[in-house]
């Protein structure tokens, strides 16, 4: 079977060597005679995996696990726009937001719900085409700074993240362990597992210690993060499976060269394609501005909605499939995580100078 390139958004591409190891072991889960789908949460079967998983996500982030708790939870990066505010923004304070996309945006809308709020920076004027700069003079006596790390339908990134002054708190579900960065700077790092860290199903949330002390006291419990520590994301029955294959991804990740060989190749992917935009004489154009480009998300556009349409054709076609744009930015995006190669990259690159070449 030929296997087609994935440029999903998400759910992503998984790497080909995880999903042969999660079929071997499908049925037969370290001779259990079982599934890991059907092992005890609380069995010392599964038990492994769910350290093993942590272990690697502080091994291959440099996470100070002295500082820090992991946790494994349920309901994506979404129920985190809920979480936050709930368990940490008070009357007396603020929640401040730098607004870089659609995913801010329904961050701040929750938040809302719960108490101030505050934009300190915002790109929406020019849809949302770079990373704005920030201000912090005013954030002094904020609750947080809420940032989005990648924006995963304008294709813009952080290069740089902020010094902030009060807890800095990143949703990094489209670019987490795809960069080395300082997880000292932030209070509160969370994401959906879907673009880079496995499948859709488990989010990892890793919060400063010291943070967690100011936790809200009067919130359900299964919504209080006190409670999942304390239980080891064990207080409910947990997505079993999707952190198996989490720990399987971060293994893999591991064997190839853990985070700087990864952040090289996501480099050197991510300029195959701005080249190819950039030399082809306009006709596409990329929609973020170059000083904020996403090595995750490659967005452009075509001269028009039907050019699009034909080259998302025959793009799949050729065996390459995800690439239509979101409706907020149209045109097209290429979602390059970190289980695209660069070999994929290329054979997209080699695609779009052959489909230029014939529409011109």
């Given amino acids: 079977m030929e296997r087609t390139t994935n440029f999903n958004a998400g759910p992503a591409a998984l790497p080909l060597e995880v999903l042969q190891k999660?079929?071997?072991?499908f049925i037969d889960f370290n001779e259990s005679g079982m599934s890991v789908m059907e092992l005890s949460h609380r069995s010392k079967e599964y038990e492994a995996v769910h350290q093993k998983a942590k272990s690697l996500l502080i091994e291959l982030m440099g996470i100070p696990a002295e500082d820090y708790d992991i946790l494994f939870l349920q309901g994506?990066?979404?129920l985190q726009f809920s979480m936050l505010p709930m368990n940490f923004l008070t009357p007396e304070k603020t929640a401040h937001f730098v607004m870089t996309g659609a995913w801010s945006e329904k961050a701040l809308a929750e938040t809302k719900l719960f108490g101030n709020t505050s934009v300190t920076a915002t790109s929406e004027a020019d849809n949302y085409s770079f990373i704005p700069e920030v201000d912090l003079s005013d954030v002094k006596d904020g609750a947080y700074l809420h940032i989005t790390s990648n924006n995963t339908i304008f294709g813009t990134q952080w290069q740089e993240f902020p010094n902030s002054p009060i807890p800095l708190v990143a949703d990094m579900s489209s670019d987490i362990l795809s960069r080395k960065i300082d997880v000292s700077k932030f209070d509160v790092i969370y994401g959906g597992a879907q673009k880079n860290l496995g499948p859709s199903g488990v989010t990892v949330v890793i919060m400063k210690k010291?943070?967690?002390?100011?936790?809200?006291?009067?919130?359900p419990k299964i919504l209080k993060y006190s409670t999942h520590v304390k239980a080891d994301s064990l207080y409910n029955t947990p997505p079993t499976f999707a952190i198996y294959m989490l720990s399987l991804v971060l293994e893999w990740l591991k064997e190839n060269g853990g985070v700087d060989a990864v952040e090289q190749r996501n480099e050197q992917k991510a300029q195959v394609l701005y080249s190819c935009i950039d030399e082809s004489n306009g006709f596409y154009k990329g929609h973020a501005r170059k000083d904020s480009r996403s090595r995750m998300n490659v967005t452009f556009t075509l001269r028009d909605d039907e050019l699009t349409k034909t080259f998302v054709q025959e793009a799949k076609a050729a065996k390459m499939i995800g690439l239509g744009g979101h409706r907020s930015v149209g045109g097209c995006r290429a979602s390059i995580y970190n289980a695209v190669?660069?070999?994929d990259c290329e054979k997209l690159a080699a695609f779009m100078k052959k489909f230029q070449q014939e529409n011109e």
């Fill in 76 to 78: 994506g990066a979404s």
């Fill in 341 to 343: 190669s660069l070999e």
């Fill in 210 to 219: 010291t943070w967690l002390q100011s936790e809200n006291a009067n919130v």
């Fill in 22 to 25: 999660a079929q071997k072991e």
